[in-house]
Every structure is written in structure tokens, then in C-alpha cells.
């Protein structure tokens, strides 16, 4: 189960990563060394880079709480920086910082950034309301497999079956495979939706695919005996499916300087089994778009 604060932390990285040098490694969690004991810390995210001929790390940590972040944490930060020796310390916060970690951490030189919701009037670029989703699917109906010029097999090795019981083997490589992994691997399935129109409707169309030196060829079996596939021919039905999802959260990353990242969240099913869908404005106005699935790693 991972650590609690950890899809916090990935966030993190993800934003802190966009506008990276060429060269810089960022690494969650990451394990410094620590100096004085000779033990390895670990450290929420590490930012490695080259600049003259030199190494620099800069760690960040990050603590997703409800509470105002106080001058205890900054202190051990202190420490931590002096002991790992590293370059620099960020610390990030979800509920910002008390006044006397504001001055602590100004005083060491720790940069403190924050991670917080927003209204829609703070947010100071174009928001969609919400974004149209296309999902697209396609069902089998039936399938013909011809055999060629071979007599009857009795009994047939597809007679009254159901779709899903009929499996094709690939010769290439000796894999069985059932008819849906069949046609993805010999048609390109979105080629064909490139083709139709883009509404709601169901769209049915025969696919003939013949074996060729393309495909390698495919066997089928019955009674222990297999037989050459000559053709398939499938009846598709395409059809898309097209949702609205609205915005689920506004949210800004920013630093003291005043140099922020604007995040706006849409959260919902997306194709490739994706949560989460996210616009996101750099510091430098860059437009980005990111997709995450909290149960992978970002």
C-alpha cells in the first residue's frame, strides 16, 4: 500500500518537472546520503542537474496536511540540508506556513511553495467548462471463417459456439488468440473511426481479412487436428459514445517569488482507463496536458 502523502508527492514532481533543463534527473522518493551518519535519507522528490562542470541536488519535501505548516518542520529541514549537504531545500505545503516558518525559512534560505484549491476568478487564463470526451467502441457480431477448398470438418469447429469460444492460432509465433485480439491486430481500429462520422450512431460494417505473408497466417482446430484459415470475414459494429465531463477542481502551485502553475482537474473514466485528465499553465504560460491513474506510478 503506498505511503500516505505519496500521490501528493507525485503530483508535485509532475509540476516541478515540467519546465526541467535538458540533463536534469527527478527522481520520487530518492535516498541521499547523510554525511555525518553515513546512512542514505530519503527525501520526497530529488532534483539532479549539471552546471559547470558541477553536480547540484535540490530536494524537495512535501507534506499534504491540513494544518498550517510551523517552524518545527522548517528547523528539521535546516538539518537535513546541513547534514545531506545537498544544494537546495524546497518545502511545499497544502495549508501554507505559519509566520515564524515563513521568517525561519528565509533566514536558511529554504524556498517554500504551496499547493492550494482556487476560485474560478483567480484562475487568469481560458477554462473550459468542461471537455468532450469520444469514447469509442466496437462489438462483433458474427464472424465467417473460410477454411478453402477442404471438405467439411465435422463437426465444425465454430458450429455453435459463441463468439468468445472461437480462438484462431497464430502461426508465427504458435500464440492462441479469439477473434477481438484477431481484428485489432489486423485492421487499425482507429483508421476506421477516422472514417466515420463523429455522432452517436451505430455504424455496422463487414471486414474481410484474407491471410497473406502480412499477417503470417492463422490455424484453426478441431478434434486435435489443425486447418488452415483461408479468410475471415466479421461484421463490426462502430459506434462512439460522446460525454461531457466538467471541471472537478482549479488548483495553483506557487512560490514566494510569485511564480506559480495553474492546474485545472477533470476528473472521470478517459480512454486508456485514465481518472484523471489535467490542463496545466506553467510558469512560463506553456500549456500542457496530463492524464494519471492514481493506482500507477505518474
Request: charged share 25%; aromatic share 8%; with cysteine.
Amino acid at each position: 500500500m503506498p505511503r500516505k502523502g505519496k500521490d501528493f508527492e507525485l503530483l508535485i514532481k509532475k509540476l516541478e518537472g515540467i519546465l526541467l533543463p535538458v540533463g536534469a534527473i527527478i527522481t520520487s522518493p530518492d535516498y541521499i546520503e547523510d554525511k555525518v551518519t553515513g546512512t542514505r535519507r530519503e527525501t520526497d522528490i530529488s532534483i539532479k542537474y549539471a552546471y559547470d562542470d558541477c553536480m547540484y541536488t535540490t530536494i524537495i519535501e512535501c507534506r499534504d496536511r491540513s494544518s498550517t505548516q510551523d517552524v518545527t518542520w522548517i528547523e528539521q529541514l535546516v538539518t537535513k540540508t546541513r547534514d545531506t549537504g545537498v544544494s537546495k531545500v524546497i518545502a511545499v505545503s497544502s495549508a501554507g506556513f505559519s509566520e515564524n516558518a515563513i521568517k525561519k525559512a528565509s533566514h536558511y534560505e529554504i524556498e517554500l511553495k504551496t499547493y492550494k484549491e482556487i476560485m474560478q476568478e483567480n484562475v487568469d487564463w481560458f477554462v473550459p467548462a468542461y471537455i468532450v470526451i469520444c469514447d469509442r467502441k466496437h462489438t462483433i457480431l458474427s464472424a465467417v471463417i473460410n477454411l478453402g477448398d477442404i471438405k467439411p470438418i465435422d463437426p465444425s469447429p465454430f458450429e455453435n459456439k459463441q463468439l468468445s469460444e472461437i480462438f484462431l492460432l497464430r502461426i508465427r509465433d504458435n500464440k492462441i488468440i479469439d477473434l477481438s485480439e484477431f481484428l485489432q491486430e489486423n485492421i487499425p481500429i482507429q483508421s476506421v473511426f477516422s472514417q466515420l462520422p463523429l455522432d452517436e450512431s451505430s455504424h455496422v460494417l463487414k471486414i474481410c481479412i484474407p491471410m497473406d505473408e502480412n499477417n503470417g497466417g492463422y490455424n484453426i482446430e478441431s478434434d486435435g487436428c489443425f486447418y488452415a484459415v483461408q479468410q475471415v470475414e466479421i461484421l463490426v459494429d462502430f459506434c462512439t459514445v460522446i460525454r461531457k465531463v466538467p471541471v472537478s477542481k482549479k488548483t495553483i502551485y506557487s512560490g514566494q517569488l510569485g511564480n506559480s502553475t495553474q492546474v485545472i482537474e477533470f476528473g472521470g473514466s478517459f480512454p486508456g482507463q485514465y481518472s484523471t485528465l489535467q490542463l496545466i499553465k506553467a510558469e512560463d504560460g506553456s500549456i500542457y496536458i496530463s492524464s494519471s491513474d492514481p493506482s500507477k506510478p505518474h
